[in-house]
T-cell receptor, first 115, second 113 residues
Framework: GAVVSQHPSWVICKSGTSVKIECRSL??????MFWYRQFPKQSLMLMAT?????????EQGVEKDKFLINHASLTLSTLTVTSAHPEDSSFYIC???????????FGNGTRLTVT | DAKTTQPNSMESNEEEPVHLPCNHS???????IHWYRQLPSQGPEYVIH???SNVNNRMASLAIAEDRKSSTLILHRATLRDAAVYYC??????????????FGSGTRLQVQP
């Protein structure tokens, strides 16, 4: 079955530093990948749609300069949290689908803690 | 995406069947009913989806009402590993891979040994 891999699974960083999270589709190509954020006890909230070869589309209220998305190949999208602050601490999850008619598959998430 | 309504939480005993309901009274004719679940500290996992007919796979069964305004996810024998938040989501036929899923609050299933 389709597999989406995220790395790292957890990361701790200091305020003001940047953190990069990778999302890979292991056995399929994905022209579109989705990035979500989930705070404790809450549901997943879509942050942005990552498009291979073009700019990402951000949801309202998500700062594009803070959450940099790069989708340079058909199997890799990256989310960089720039100048991280404690309020950016969250669970970040990516997802993708092998084709338009298949269900979305999700990575196992990245737990970011900013100290 | 059309809205779905699920109970906030449900409890079950291990090895007993579990029926998780979902109401979607504003479903359109081309909306598929998708179910995902999220185990603690993991990303969501696809469970099953269907359009009109009941569906079965190795994980669960999906029973869809004749008028499609509601559906039920059935876990035939709950295990402790089935404790998770279950999300019922509607997806347009041609949107499945191109658009993100919109998650509601889901149903938190607790399984007692």
């Amino acid at each position: 079955g389709a597999v989406v891999s995220q790395h790292p699974s957890w990361v701790i960083c200091k305020s003001g530093t940047s953190v990069k999270i990778e999302c890979r589709s292991l056995d399929f190509q994905a022209t579109t990948m989705f990035w979500y954020r989930q705070f404790p006890k809450q549901s997943l909230m879509l942050m942005a749609t990552s498009n291979e070869g073009s700019k990402a589309t951000y949801e309202q209220g998500v700062e594009k300069d803070k959450f940099l998305i790069n989708h340079a190949s058909l199997t890799l999208s990256t989310l960089t949290v720039t100048s991280a602050h404690p309020e950016d601490s969250s669970f970040y999850i990516c997802s993708a689908s092998p084709d338009p008619r298949s269900p979305l598959h999700f990575g196992n998430g990245t737990r970011l803690t900013v100290t | 995406d059309a809205k779905t309504t699920q109970p906030n939480s449900m409890e079950s005993n291990e090895e007993e069947p579990v029926h998780l309901p979902c109401n979607h009274s504003t479903i359109s004719g081309t909306d598929y009913i998708h179910w995902y679940r999220q185990l603690p500290s993991q990303g969501p996992e696809y469970v099953i989806h269907g359009l009109t007919s009941n569906v079965n796979n190795r994980m669960a069964s999906l029973a869809i009402a004749e008028d499609r305004k509601s559906s039920t996810l059935i876990l035939h024998r709950a295990t402790l590993r089935d404790a998770a938040v279950y999300y019922c989501i509607l997806r347009g036929y041609m949107d499945t891979g191109r658009r993100a899923l919109t998650f509601g609050s889901g149903t938190r299933l607790q399984v007692q040994p």
